[in-house]
């Protein structure tokens, strides 16, 4: 295998589009409010999926191998109120709300109207994460974590060594098939997505 991670520039609006989607659908299956750990899960299964499916990403966004699994990184920075990252990317407000659980958790609820989801994703793009919503509130938090441990992306990049928090992850072993040759060509084309 190749040591080269391909980064990808992200699409935020596709990121905002996305987590928005995903909360609405949760909200029309009485499933609110969702935490930020089901976001990240539901982002990294549909991304990965679309990946294989119809050959790109949805977000575009760059996954790192962290403690209970992958997570996309402008997105989770959106997810934690990162309001320098919501400037930089031209967002008065991100089209959703949370409130602080215990533990530090957060819950997330969608502001109605707040954006069009179909200006910005396809019907591919919402089938995807519908089918990895369905899953991340079906299987709970422990089986997802294992499902996403499992991932030969997140195995590849995590390192049990006290160290850093995060590890790139590789875009290339995203794919069924690892795909490097293709990988390179997605990071290269999502500067103009």
Do not use: C
């Not at 549909?46 to 790109?56: I, Q, V």
């Not at 962290?66 to 407000?93: I, T």
């Amino acid at each position: 295998m190749t040591d080269h991670v391909d980064i990808m520039t992200p699409n935020a609006g596709r990121i905002r589009a996305a987590i928005y989607h995903s909360l609405l659908a949760a909200e029309r299956r009485r499933r609110l409010p969702l935490t930020q750990y089901d976001l990240v899960k539901t982002l990294f299964l549909a991304d990965r999926s679309h990946l294989n499916e119809w050959g790109r990403p949805i977000t575009y966004d760059n996954y790192k191998a962290m403690e209970h699994g992958p997570v996309p990184s402008l997105a989770y920075d959106f997810l934690k109120g990162n309001e320098r990252a919501v400037r930089e990317h031209g967002f008065g407000s991100l089209p959703w709300t949370w409130t602080q659980g215990k533990k530090g958790k957060k819950f997330y609820t969608p502001r109605r109207g707040a954006i069009d989801v179909e200006e910005w994703l396809s019907e591919s793009d919402t089938e995807a994460l519908d089918d990895a919503l369905t899953t991340v509130l079906r299987l709970g938090f422990g089986q997802v974590r294992r499902l996403t441990h499992e991932d030969p992306a997140y195995v590849d990049a995590w390192r049990e060594d006290g160290g850093r928090a995060a590890y790139d992850m590789k875009l290339g072993l995203l794919f069924d098939e690892p795909n490097f040759d293709r990988a390179q060509l997605l990071a290269e084309q999502s500067a103009y997505v």
